[in-house]
């Protein structure tokens, strides 16, 4: 989290961005990202030339040639406005006709993951002046930071949603955070969210690896594991890609694995691969079936992209791979042949273990849908036996479209780290410790026991139940309600106030008109 003088530092950069006519939000993240990348290139340039200075030479292959020096930010961060933006927008001769930016397109993997999805980008700042107040003040942030850097892209990330109508790229953080800590990713975890989007679930599964086993990270052959193959992601939105790798190397995972592409498409073969899949997929989707991958028809056969996402999970998950999936809730009670037959391959042929219902404002202010994650693990050969539903009915912040937070930052940490200390304070406004907690107490008993009554936000319901319902996974068809008697007065006794009433107001008249005599 960032606050105070940073956090003005961004929403200044911010606001240049739109008093300089780039509107966008996803647009200023883009140019935002570029300007980034373009101060670490030349950071990671000054270390090589540290290093080369000191030892007589560097394992590294330097970015910049010595001719290419005007290309550099601490060259052109000091030159005037205008001939900065000669730098970004004219070709120079002398430099093979590149400019600050070509250069930047040209690396290839040389660059990093980042410079790898760069091909399609495009330069949108349009004034000199723009162009020297946001590299000036991006020249102040504290880059060198790993904690600091991720927050104040995430705070940037957090503007997509502010801005309402591409807000649908971003699911709220602490959801994100609340399903990888219910997964709770292992060392040798392969992990994968196949609608990446910003890559909000891969960084929320970093950060609990940092956060919670930092011995891992003095292992070598953790450590490589981490930057190398633990994170995958796929996504169709070149855009989104280019931001989802910015801000996977900003929260320190170099290398992580990112396909570009739809992930439903018949070209998508990925099998068997992954130990852990978290993801939020696009909903209310249609793909014609010619354009759908052929082994996801077989599992239900549907145009409905959520539908399909569930089906390609599966299909992407090893034997033992576990999964938690936002759904709408339509999935959990359509009564299409598709969506029953989703349904019936999680409790039948998988393991299906828990049904989160979430409330409806969790995705405002850019959609009322309401929806609910769904835990399971891939098994192929059945093994669900009670299946744990939650009725969520708060969340920390208001279910409005402000969205404003209902309890502390610090206690909404707390519902995190310390869930069992904080549940007096947020009772009524945050549910996610309780969440936290039951999970961990039916996890640890086996089988599990208790959350047998119905009349709680919490219970279990056993597979029978669930297949005697036609596969209905709808916690309002399993949760009881406890309705309060209301006794009313028989009407005679009604009748016998009213008339002692209407006769208390003409004693009032009578007295009051021997008054006026």
């Known amino acids: 989290m960032i606050t105070g003088e940073l956090k003005s530092q961004i ?13 966008n939000p996803l647009t200023v993240i883009e140019q935002f990202t570029y300007l980034i990348f373009l101060k670490q290139l030349d950071d990671k340039q000054i270390l090589i030339e540290k290093e080369i200075a000191m030892l007589g030479g560097s394992n590294k292959k330097p970015i910049y040639a010595e001719s290419q020096k005007e290309l550099r930010w601490s060259y052109f961060k000091d030159k005037d406005p205008e001939t900065m933006f000669d730098l970004f927008r004219r070709p120079q001769r002398h430099l093979n006709d590149l400019t600050v930016f070509d250069f930047m397109k040209t690396l290839g993997t040389d660059g990093g993951k980042f410079s790898e999805y760069i091909k399609g980008a495009t330069f949108m700042i349009e004034t000199p002046k723009l162009l020297d107040r946001v590299v000036q003040q991006i020249d102040k942030l504290p880059l060198d930071n790993r904690d600091t850097k991720g927050d104040l892209y995430e705070y940037m990330l957090g503007k997509i949603a502010e801005a309402g109508t591409n807000g649908q790229f971003r699911t709220p953080r602490h959801i994100i955070r609340m399903m990888v800590e219910l997964t709770q990713p292992k060392k040798d975890d392969t992990i994968c969210d196949p609608s990446l989007g910003t890559a909000g679930f891969l960084v929320a599964a970093g950060q609990y690896l940092q956060d919670t086993q930092p011995d891992w990270f003095l292992e070598k052959e953790f450590r490589d594991h981490f930057n190398s193959s633990m994170f995958n992601g796929l996504e169709i939105d070149p855009s989104m890609m280019r931001i989802a790798s910015m801000n996977l190397q900003l929260h320190g995972m170099e290398n992580p694995i990112l396909i570009g592409g739809s992930a439903l498409a018949e070209n998508n073969g990925i099998s068997g691969q992954f130990s852990l899949v978290l993801a939020n997929p696009p909903f209310k989707g249609a793909l014609d079936y010619d354009e759908v991958e052929s082994s996801l028809l077989q599992v239900t056969k549907t145009k409905k992209t959520e539908l399909l996402f569930l089906a390609l999970i599966l299909r992407m998950l090893k034997l033992g791979g576990r999964a938690a999936v936002i759904v709408p809730d339509g999935v959990l009670f359509g009564s299409s042949g598709a969506h029953k037959n989703i349904r019936k391959e999680l409790v039948e042929n998988q393991q299906l273990q828990a049904v989160i219902s979430m409330p409806s404002g969790v995705f405002k202010p850019y959609a009322g849908v309401s929806t609910a994650i769904l835990l399971f693990t891939k098994t192929n050969s059945g093994g669900t036996d009670n299946v744990w539903f939650y009725d969520m009915q708060a969340d920390g912040y208001s279910l409005d479209d402000k969205r404003n937070l209902l309890v502390t930052e610090a206690a909404l940490e707390q519902c995190f780290t310390e869930p069992e200390s904080i549940l007096d304070e947020v009772k ?36 029978s139940d669930i297949v005697a319902n036609d596969y209905d996974l709808s916690i309002n068809r399993y949760k009881e309600i406890v309705y309060d008697e209301v006794v009313y007065e028989k009407p005679q006794v009604l009748l016998a106030e009213i008339k002692a009433l209407d006769q208390k107001r003409r004693e009032a008249m009578e007295a009051l008109e021997k008054m006026l005599e």
């Not at 929403?11 to 509107?23: A, Q, V």
């Not at 999970?439 to 119905?454: C, L, M, S, V, Y």
Request: net charge neutral; charged share 25%.
């Open 11 to 23: 929403d200044k950069i911010w606001n240049d961005f739109w008093t300089g006519g780039i509107s």
């Open 428 to 463: 009524g406004k945050c549910d996610i410790p309780n969440i936290l907690m039951d999970w961990h107490t039916i996890n640890q008993k086996q089988p599990a026991e208790g959350f047998t009554d119905r009349t709680q936000k919490s219970f279990l319901i056993p597979k």
